[in-house]
């Protein structure tokens, strides 16, 4: 086993990415009108893209296809081995196929293509040979030469890999940009996310329901009190119809001490709250809540109902 000081690891962990970072920029560089058609054959596709490909070009082709499914390009990944044994039929005349090949003659991808000629999908092919038995076959070719893996024995797929995942990448950017693609849609798609949450999730969905109310005549102590047993650092002041006028919260009480002294302690609830208190429609997204406290630079909303009575209480931390 060879022992290396901590600072050749470093520079060799630096080196890859230099080294890989030099082979995209040149990948990029040649990008021309074949990427253009490939572009607009997914975007013209009816049906689905179906991505495939054998060892590490399989991981590879699994993830873009996860990246065009969640924005926009319905897409999955089908094994090149399992599919003659059945999965075959996942793919349709409605489809196209994108096959993933560095050498463009991985025999378990090559032995697809009879089939997919057959029923006559478009197949876009991105490999490092157009001269290969794939791109041959192929409708339009991507190629993603790479002068040497940075593999020292310039062997495990790596710059290759990345490179192909980047070509995935930009097809991925593109189609997001033509089908103009935005944060709406996609937190439809990952409603699991903090996006999906800010977006999709409603005041209503989070809110505290069981909100400190107190009168506007109430004493001190009796505030104090009913913000106490609320738990959440405030209370809202109400009217006799149950609309908020005014709120207080525990900040509040802080600056009445430092602007009162003891006198804080005969001082009746109207004196010592903020009025009127920001309110946000409990129907509303968080993600117009959040906004709503950023703009007011504010920790808490009452949240109302279509009539404007109190309905809730939404904090920072439930927005975030």
């Given at each position: 086993m060879q022992h290396l000081a901590e600072v050749e690891v470093i520079g060799l962990g630096a080196s890859v990415f230099f080294k890989q970072a030099d082979s995209l920029n040149q990948i990029g560089s040649q990008l021309g009108t074949d990427f253009f058609v490939a572009v607009q054959t997914i975007l013209n596709t009816r049906g689905r893209?179906?991505?495939s490909g054998m060892g590490k070009s399989g991981h590879i082709?699994?993830?873009?296809?996860?990246?065009?499914?969640?924005?926009?390009?319905p897409s999955f990944f089908v094994h090149p081995a399992e599919a003659f044994h059945g999965d075959l039929g996942m793919i349709t005349a409605d489809d196209a196929v994108i096959l993933l090949s560095n050498s463009g003659k991985t025999e378990e991808v090559t032995r697809l293509l009879p089939y997919l000629q057959e029923i006559g999908v478009p197949i876009i092919a991105i490999c490092a040979e157009r001269n290969s038995v794939l791109g041959q076959a192929a409708t339009v070719v991507l190629e993603v030469a790479v002068e040497r893996e940075v593999c020292p024995n310039n062997l495990a797929p790596t710059t290759s890999t990345t490179a192909t995942l980047a070509m995935g990448d930009a097809l991925a950017v593109a189609l997001i940009k033509l089908r103009q693609f935005e944060p709406k849609d996609f937190a439809r798609f990952h409603p699991g996310g903090s996006?999906?949450?800010m977006l999709l999730t409603r005041v209503q969905d989070v809110m505290h329901r069981h909100v400190p109310i107190v009168n506007s005549d109430a004493t001190f102590a009796d505030l104090v009190s009913i913000?106490?047993?609320?738990?959440?650092?405030?209370?809202?002041?109400?009217d006799a119809a149950c609309?908020?006028?005014?709120?207080?919260?525990?900040?509040?009480?802080r600056r009445s001490f430092e602007q009162y002294s003891d006198q804080v302690f005969q001082k009746m609830t109207h004196e010592l709250m903020s009025s009127p208190p920001i309110s946000v429609s409990m129907c509303s997204k968080l993600e117009a809540a959040r906004q709503v406290m950023q703009q007011h630079q504010i920790s808490a909303l009452v949240a109302v109902d279509t009539h404007g009575h109190v309905a809730g209480v939404l904090n920072l931390h439930d927005v975030s």
């Open positions: 893209v179906i991505l082709a699994g993830k873009i296809a996860a990246t065009f499914a969640s924005t926009g390009t996006l999906g949450r913000m106490t047993q609320g738990r959440l650092g405030l209370a809202i002041v109400v609309t908020a006028i005014g709120i207080v919260t525990d900040g509040d009480i």
